[in-house]
């Protein structure tokens, strides 16, 4: 069992950066593949950036690739998302996930959000222009 808690999230002006975090209990955290995915108003939940279980391979959608890094700290139970150069078309509810599927992979993620087990209640970021 893994619960999963974002925080980090908030108003700011385009251009600004945010740090998300998403800190889980658990004793087999450091054994999951993460992921981040958004959901804004009217809109279906869409994959953000990945990463895998060790290593930190990691692997983004187009519309933040050279803006949002993902990392994680195992020792921490944690996982991050920093966000620069935000931008008004970022904000959305942010969720982070765990996935079960080939647990300590040193090369396995996924965009897929159903092979995601364990999810976060989520965090909102607004972006204003």
């Known amino acids: 069992q893994v619960q999963l808690v974002e925080s980090g999230g908030g108003l700011v002006q385009a251009g600004d950066s945010l740090r998300l975090s998403c800190a889980a209990s658990g004793r087999s955290f450091s054994g999951y593949p993460m992921g981040w995915f958004r959901q804004a108003p009217g809109k279906e939940r869409e994959f953000v950036a990945a990463i895998t279980a060790v290593g930190g391979n990691t692997d983004y959608a187009d519309s933040v690739k050279g803006r949002f890094t993902i990392s994680r700290d195992n020792a921490k139970n944690t996982v991050y998302l920093q966000m620069n150069s935000l931008k008004p078309e970022d904000t959305a509810v942010y969720y982070c996930?765990?996935?079960?599927?080939?647990?300590?992979?040193?090369?396995?993620?996924?965009?897929?959000?159903?092979?995601?087990?364990?999810w976060g209640q989520g965090t909102q970021v607004t972006v204003s222009s």
């Open positions: 996930a765990a996935d079960r599927t080939l647990a300590y992979s040193r090369t396995y993620y996924s965009r897929n959000g159903a092979t995601y087990f364990y």
